[in-house]
C-alpha cells in the first residue's frame, strides 16, 4: 500500500490567485512526479524530480512550477491561476533505478482544481 | 502522436465472466508497462505490471499478455466483479521510468450484474 498524500482534494478559486498544491510521501522514494488529467483523457506528465534539489519539466508544457526541498514534499505552484489551469493534479513517486519493478509509480489521491 | 493507444474508449462485460482490455504501443523503446484502474476524482492505483522480458504475468485474478513483435498487451479480469466498473489505464516507459510514464486515455469497464 502506497502511501502518498495530496491537500486539498478540491479547491475552487478565482482567477489570478496564487495556489500551492501540496504532495507528500512517507516511503522515502526517490522520484516524485506531478500529472495533470483532463476528463476523458489521458494523465500528462508536467514536471518530476530524480531527488532533492532536482527538478525537470515533463512532456506537457506547464505554467506551474516545483521544489523538491525535501525527499518527501514535492509542492505544485501556480503564481496566477487563469480557467484554462481547471484540471486534476496528480502526485506520484517511485523507488526508480533500483531494479526491475521499482519504476512502478504510486498515485496520490489528486487534486480537482476549479479556476473560476 | 499517441504512443500508447487503447482503442475502446468503454467496454460491458456481465458479472462472472471474463474482462479483456487491450492496449497497442508504437515506441519499441518501452520495456516496462503498467495497467492501473482509476474511480473518478481519484488517484491511479496500480494493478498490475510486466517487464519486456516476459511475455504474462499473473496476480490473482488479474493477468497481463504482452507481445512484443505486435506491440500489444492486454489486461484479462477473471471472474469480473461489480467492484472492477473502473476506468483502466495502460502505461509504458523506458529506461528506467526516467522520463516518467506514458499513459493511454483509458478504458471505461462496466460490469453488468
Known amino acids: 500500500e502506497a502511501d502518498i498524500y495530496q491537500t486539498p482534494r478540491y479547491l475552487v478559486i478565482g482567477t489570478g490567485k496564487k495556489i500551492t498544491l501540496e504532495c507528500s510521501q512517507t516511503m522515502g522514494h526517490d522520484k516524485m512526479y506531478w500529472y495533470q488529467q483532463d476528463p476523458g483523457m489521458e494523465l500528462h506528465l508536467i514536471h518530476y524530480?530524480?531527488?532533492?534539489?532536482s527538478t525537470e519539466k515533463g512532456d506537457l508544457s506547464s505554467e506551474s512550477t516545483v521544489s523538491r526541498i525535501r525527499t518527501e514534499h514535492f509542492p505544485l505552484t501556480l503564481e496566477s491561476a487563469r480557467p484554462s489551469h481547471t484540471s486534476q493534479y496528480l502526485c506520484a513517486s517511485s523507488e526508480w533505478g533500483k531494479g526491475v519493478g521499482t519504476d512502478t509509480q504510486y498515485f496520490g489521491p489528486g487534486t480537482r482544481l476549479t479556476v473560476l | 502522436d499517441q504512443q500508447v493507444k487503447q482503442n475502446s474508449p468503454s467496454l460491458s462485460v456481465q458479472e462472472g465472466r471474463i474482462s479483456i482490455l487491450n492496449c497497442d504501443y508504437t515506441?519499441?523503446?518501452?520495456?516496462?508497462f503498467l495497467w492501473y484502474k482509476k474511480y473518478p476524482a481519484e488517484g491511479p492505483t496500480f494493478l498490475i505490471s510486466i517487464s519486456s522480458i516476459k511475455d504474462k504475468n499473473e496476480d490473482g485474478r488479474f493477468t497481463v499478455f504482452l507481445n512484443k513483435s505486435a506491440k500489444h498487451l492486454s489486461l484479462h479480469i477473471v471472474p469480473s466483479q461489480p467492484g472492477d466498473s473502473a476506468v483502466y489505464f495502460c502505461a509504458a516507459t523506458s529506461g528506467g521510468g526516467a522520463d516518467g510514464l506514458t499513459f493511454g486515455k483509458g478504458t471505461h469497464l462496466i460490469i453488468q450484474p
Open positions: 524530480s530524480y531527488g532533492v534539489n
Open positions: 515506441n519499441s523503446m518501452f520495456d516496462y
